[in-house]
Antibody, heavy 121, light 108 residues
Framework: QVQLVESGGGVVQPGRSLRLSCAVS????????MYWVRQAPGKGLEWVAV????????YYAESVKGRLSVSKDNSKNTLFLQMNSLRHDDTAVYYC??????????????WGQGTTVTVSS | DIQMTQSPSSLSASVGDRVTITCRAS??????LGWYQQKPGKAPKRLIY???SLQSGVPSRFSGSGSGTEFTLTISSLQPEDFATYYC??????????FGQGTKVEIK
């Protein structure tokens, strides 16, 4: 079955960097767009980024543009989120989610369990 | 950007009740809308896509309707496992794609 497992979260100081990973199985990773969505403590869901199946097209929320970068390694079935210049308001649970072969498709299909990023001095 | 206004923000209901949650879009999004259920400490789970298509494996007591700017999620007979927070998501056209604020369904 489809599985997505995030890793790489932790506590980081403001201004520092972190890289999240999302290892997937159970589907042909190279054929699907992939999403990152986050949820600040006690808050709702916020779309962060999406990457096309071939990794060529990427879109970002305005709040993360220029600081967060999405990529995928189709040979390793892994999605990444490089997070630079982290701010306090980046504190959240970060979820990866499977999309459809095209962007935006029908949005986010299956989600991972999430990884927690805490930005604190 | 398209704004999604979800209502109510919370509701109390009893097992067996019919529950309706509404999302309104700030402009037409055709039927580019999904509904998600999230239980505490868990990842969201998609219930509905394309406004009214039931996700595989989701019980038939869940249904979605609407198009354009007004959408509803209906639970025909609330079950104990349905107490959760529900979100709508619009994915029309170009980003950003936006979620509603959420509706927390609690036990009366």
């Amino acid at each position: 079955q489809v599985q997505l497992v995030e890793s790489g979260g932790g506590v980081v100081q403001p201004g520092r960097s972190l890289r999240l990973s999302c290892a997937v199985s159970g589907f042909t990773f190279s054929s699907y767009a992939m999403y990152w969505v986050r949820q600040a403590p006690g808050k709702g869901l916020e779309w962060v980024a999406v990457i096309s199946s071939d990794g060529e097209r990427k879109y970002y929320a305005e709040s993360v543009k220029g600081r967060l970068s999405v990529s995928k390694d189709n040979s390793k079935n892994t999605l990444f989120l490089q997070m630079n210049s982290l701010r306090h308001d980046d504190t959240a649970v970060y979820y990866c989610a499977k999309g459809d072969p095209w962007i935006p498709g029908y949005g986010m299909d299956v989600w991972g369990q999430g990884t927690t990023v805490t930005v604190s001095s | 950007d398209i704004q999604m206004t979800q209502s109510p923000s919370s509701l109390s209901a009893s097992v067996g009740d019919r529950v309706t949650i509404t999302c309104r879009a700030s402009q037409s999004i055709r039927n580019d809308l999904g509904w998600y259920q999230q239980k505490p400490g868990k990842a969201p789970k998609r219930l509905i896509y394309a406004a009214s298509s039931l996700q595989s494996g989701v019980p038939s007591r869940f249904s979605g309707s609407g198009s354009g700017t007004e959408f509803t999620l209906t639970i025909s007979s609330l079950q104990p496992e349905d107490f959760a927070t529900y979100y709508c998501l619009q994915y029309n056209g170009q980003p950003p794609w936006t979620f509603g604020q959420g509706t927390k369904v609690e036990i009366k």
